[in-house]
C-alpha cells in the first residue's frame, strides 16, 4: 500500500531523506509535535518531490523510543477534483452575475411519495439578489405563497416532471 500510494519504493531500513531527497520538512516537525504532545494529529499535506497530496494520520507509538506511526491516504485526485469544481462553481456564479435577467435555480422538494411539495433555492443571480435579497436554502412556497395561485407553480411542476421547458411571461 505504501508503494501504491507514494509510487515509491520499498521504504524499510530507509529515511525519507534517503527515498526522496529534500522530504517536506512540516512532515518531521509534525511527527515530531505528535511524538512530544502524545496527541494524535490529522492534516493534509503535500509532497513537492512525489507531486502529490496525503491525508495524514500521525499517532505517537512509543514516546520512549521516538516511534510514530503515519496513517496515510493519497487524495491529490480528490484535491485536483475539488479544485476543479471550485473553478467550474466560480464561472458558473461569475455567468450568472453577469446576467442582467434574473437566474434562479431550485431544487425541487419530494414527499416520501414523490410528490413535489415546495421547491428550494440553491442559487439565485446578482439581478435576483440586488432586488430582493439572497434566496439560497429557502423554500418557494414559504416566500411566495402567491406563485400557486398565478400559476407559476403549475409550470414549474410541469417542467419538472416532463423535463420540457416552457417560456412565459409573468
Known amino acids: 500500500a505504501f508503494m501504491a500510494h507514494t509510487g515509491m519504493p520499498y521504504p524499510v531500513g530507509q529515511t525519507a531523506t534517503e527515498l526522496l531527497g529534500s522530504p517536506n520538512p512540516r512532515w518531521t516537525q509534525l511527527y515530531g509535535q505528535a511524538l512530544d504532545s502524545g496527541e494524535a494529529i ?25 516511534h510514530v506511526a ?47 411539495v415546495d421547491f428550494e433555492w440553491l442559487l439565485t443571480n446578482k439581478a435576483w439578489d ?18 400557486a395561485e398565478s400559476g407559476v407553480w403549475a409550470m414549474l411542476i410541469e417542467v419538472m416532471e416532463t423535463g420540457d421547458p416552457i417560456t412565459h411571461e409573468h
Open 42 to 66: 490529522r492534516v493534509e499535506e503535500s509532497e513537492a518531490v512525489l507531486g502529490r497530496v496525503f491525508d495524514l494520520n500521525i499517532f505517537t507509538l512509543d514516546r520512549e523510543r521516538n
Open 130 to 147: 440586488d432586488r430582493w435579497g439572497p434566496n439560497a436554502g429557502k423554500r418557494l412556497l414559504a416566500e411566495n405563497p402567491a406563485v
Open 70 to 116: 503515519v496513517l496515510f491516504t493519497n487524495i491529490t485526485e480528490r484535491r485536483r477534483t475539488e479544485q476543479n469544481l471550485l473553478q467550474s462553481n466560480e464561472l458558473l456564479r461569475a455567468t450568472f452575475d453577469s446576467s442582467s435577467q434574473i437566474i434562479q435555480l431550485f431544487k425541487a422538494v419530494r414527499t416520501d411519495a414523490g410528490e413535489i
